[in-house]
């Protein structure tokens, strides 16, 4: 009798300990906005608590780092080995379980991906209309460049300090949020003005939209640019400027989302077809040290172009017409994009394609080059 009570006594034990070893951590949060700090970079109220995720999984490649979720009541972290798959329970309010799961994924190298779709067209002459941008008399710029006060914020340098006094002043005015809703009203003013009432960011093609006006109302030839990766669907692109500097003669590289410039070994700024071409051919390529994500996490050249932007400089799309409140729906407008797209581009056809919102009343139409100097050509003085 005695021998049977010990037996069961174990297999009690055991199953307790086999109970507090399948035992969830839980973690406790007043708000659905949470910090994570992976590796070396904290991102400050960027992962949203989404409790209907079973379990909403956080992906790293911070091999061998440590990424920990902060919430305003606790933290719990873990150092990342190839096979983790970490699962907590974050308590929100005391009463609303969202099940959570930090997990190792690989970086797929996007960089030697960039290097299949180096091959363009240059010979490809199927039409595109021309170009144009709106002239900073234009009465809405007119107006964008008084009541942001853009002549002190540029500042009375040559043109290039100009560009890129104009480039921070939008970087620091505005906080990026990828995952905001878009505003109705999309031109500069009406853009600022609702980031600072609703205390909220704005999107990367917001942030650009911003500059974009900027620029073209101090007489600045510049277009806003979506960078996207081979994929048909994905879930992240980036939207940054192109900015055409009559000093230098050639196409710069604005990013208002990072604060990013890019250049050369000799320091000479330079374009987004440059940036692309070196990346396939491996040359230098450095990134100004200011860049930075929200003034919370610096950014590297390995991380912001090597990776990230190697992604996204697969395929480019830009409006044909750069202007003020381009991309305010409203009713009867008509929008037209040009991509650019390497030769093993998924989508080839059809070159030029035409739909309309029902529900906007907008009409799109959108062209295909395989010609890069069509889509990078100068713009007219």
Known sequence: MKIKSTFIAIICIVCQLTYA?????????????????????????NW?????????????????????FITDKDSIGIKIKKDTKFDFIILLNDSIKAKTQISYKSVPNYLEKLK?????????????PNFSYQSMENPNLVKVRKDLKLDSIAGKGNEVSQILNLLHWVHNIVRHDGGSNNPTLKNAIDLIKICKTENRGINC????????????????KSRYITCMPKETEFDDCHVINMVYSNDLKKWIWVDPTFDAYVMDEKGELLGLAEVRERLINGKTLILNPE???????????????ETYMAKNLYRMKTPLVSEYDSETSK?????????LLPLDGIEQTPQKKEEYNTATAVKTT?????????FWTAPEK
């Not at 973690?27 to 970079?41: F, L, Q, V």
Request: a positive charge; proline letters at 4%; one cysteine or more.
């Open 116 to 128: 299949g779709a180096r091959k363009y067209n240059l010979s490809d002459s199927r039409f595109i």
């Open 291 to 305: 860049a930075n994500w929200n003034k919370q996490n610096s950014q590297t050249k390995e991380y912001y172009l």
């Open 205 to 220: 093609r917001m942030m650009a939209t911003i500059l974009n006006e900027c620029y073209l109302s101090m007489g600045i």
């Open 48 to 68: 949203t608590i989404s409790p209907e995720l079973n379990p909403d999984v956080y992906e790293t490649s911070s091999l061998g780092q440590k990424v920990t």
């Open 21 to 45: 070893q399948e035992k969830i951590p839980v973690i406790k949060s007043t708000s659905k906005k949470i910090d994570i700090r992976d590796g070396k970079n904290l991102s400050i109220q």
């Open 366 to 374: 959108n062209y295909k080059t395989n010609n890069p100097n069509l």
């Open 331 to 339: 009713k009867g407008k008509e929008i037209t994009y040009v991509e």
